[in-house]
C-alpha cells in the first residue's frame, strides 16, 4: 500500500513528462515539510515497489514513471486544488536549465548541454504548452527565448517558429517588452534559419526599434547585429547592414563580448565578399577567426573559414581555399 505523502509525491511527480533529475523532482515536488516527508527516500521506496524507476547512466539520479501510472498519476493531480502550483513548478524548473544551459550553447561544452535539452524535451514541451494554456506570455516568451539555439541546432525550426509565434501573440505579450525582446530575436533567427528573409528582417527591425529606446548596450548591440543580416545574406543592400554592424561593433568590444565581435567581423566580412571587396573581405575575416579561437567557439569559426575559402577562391589563392 501507498502511504498519503507517496501518492502525493506520485501525483505530483506526473507532471513531468520524461522523468526527472532528482534536483528538479525536489523542486517541483517538495519540499519535505509540504510533501510529507524526504523526497529521494519516498522515490528509492516508489522504485522499490516498481511505482518510478531510477534511470542508470546519467550523471545525477534521475526517475522516470511508468506511463500508465503516469496518466492516472495525472489524473488524480488535476482533481487537487494544486494542479496549476506544481505545472508553475515545473516550468520554473526548467526556465532554471534552458537559463543555465544559455552560456553553453556555443562553446566546447555545447554537445553537452544540447544532448542535455534534448533529453529534456518532452518536459520542456509541456512547460510550454503549460504557460501557452494559461496565457502566461512572459514565461512563454522567456522559455522560447532561450530555446532557440537549441531548437536551430537540432533541427526542430519549423516547431521552433510555432511556439514563438504563439508566446508573441498571447495578450498580455507587449506587457514585458525584456522578454518580448528576446522572444523577437528568437523568432527572427529561426526565420532566418528557414531562408524567410522577408519575416527575419521584420522581426528584428522590431527588436532595433525597440531597443533604441531602453539604453541597454547588450540588447542595442544585438539588434543592431540582426537587423543587418538578413539583408547580407539576401544581398538586396549592403550600405545600411554594413553601418548596422559598423555601429554594432565597438558596442561589442566596450562590452568585453569577444563572440559577438566575432560574429559582427564575420558579418562585415561577408558583406564585403558579397560586394566584391575581397581584400577588405580577407582581412577582416581572419580578424574574426582570431576572436573566434580565443573564445573557443567552434560554430563561428567553422563559417568565418568558410567565407574565407569562399573569398580565397574569388582571389585565386587555391591552396589557401583548400586550407579553409
Not at 23 to 47: K, T
Not at 192 to 200: C, G, L, P
Not at 249 to 261: A, I, N, Y
Request: hydrophobic share 40%.
Amino acid at each position: 500500500m501507498i502511504d498519503a505523502p507517496g501518492r502525493r509525491l506520485l501525483a505530483r511527480f506526473s507532471v513531468f513528462a520524461r522523468g526527472g533529475s532528482l534536483e528538479q523532482v525536489e523542486s517541483v515536488c517538495g519540499p519535505p515539510d509540504d510533501i510529507g516527508g524526504d523526497v529521494i527516500d519516498m522515490l528509492d521506496q516508489l522504485a522499490d515497489q516498481s511505482l518510478v524507476r531510477r534511470l542508470p547512466d546519467f550523471s545525477e539520479p534521475r526517475f522516470l514513471m511508468l506511463q500508465t501510472i503516469r496518466e492516472f498519476m495525472a489524473e488524480q493531480l488535476e482533481r487537487s486544488d494544486e494542479a496549476a502550483a506544481i505545472k508553475d513548478r515545473h516550468v520554473q524548473a526548467f526556465i532554471a536549465l534552458v537559463q543555465q544551459a544559455q552560456p553553453y550553447v556555443f562553446g566546447s561544452r555545447r554537445k553537452e548541454w544540447l544532448d542535455r535539452l534534448e533529453m529534456e524535451d518532452d518536459n520542456l514541451r509541456a512547460a510550454l504548452d503549460w504557460t501557452l494554456a494559461t496565457g502566461d506570455a512572459k514565461n512563454a516568451m522567456l522559455l522560447s527565448a532561450c530555446l532557440w539555439r537549441f531548437w536551430q541546432m537540432r533541427g526542430h525550426i519549423h516547431e521552433g517558429r510555432a511556439r514563438v509565434a504563439a508566446a508573441l501573440a498571447l495578450p498580455k505579450s507587449r506587457d514585458y517588452p525584456v522578454e518580448r525582446l528576446q522572444a523577437l530575436e528568437a523568432a527572427g533567427g529561426l526565420a532566418y534559419w528557414q531562408a524567410d528573409m522577408e519575416s527575419a528582417q521584420r522581426f528584428y527591425d522590431e527588436c532595433l526599434e525597440l531597443t533604441r529606446t531602453t539604453g541597454d548596450k547588450q540588447a542595442l548591440a544585438n539588434a543592431l547585429y540582426n537587423a543587418a543580416f538578413p539583408n547580407v545574406v539576401n544581398m538586396r543592400e549592403s550600405e545600411r547592414p554594413r553601418q548596422l554592424l559598423l555601429e554594432a561593433l565597438p558596442l561589442f568590444r566596450e562590452l568585453g563580448d569577444q563572440s559577438s565581435v566575432g560574429r559582427t567581423l564575420w558579418g562585415l566580412g561577408n558583406g564585403y565578399y558579397f560586394d566584391r571587396e575581397y581584400p577588405t573581405a580577407k582581412v577582416t575575416l581572419e580578424e574574426s577567426h582570431a576572436v573566434f579561437r580565443t573564445v573557443d567557439d567552434r560554430f563561428g569559426l567553422g563559417w568565418a573559414l568558410h567565407t574565407h575559402g569562399l573569398v580565397s577562391l574569388k582571389m585565386g589563392d587555391i591552396e589557401a581555399a583548400r586550407k579553409d
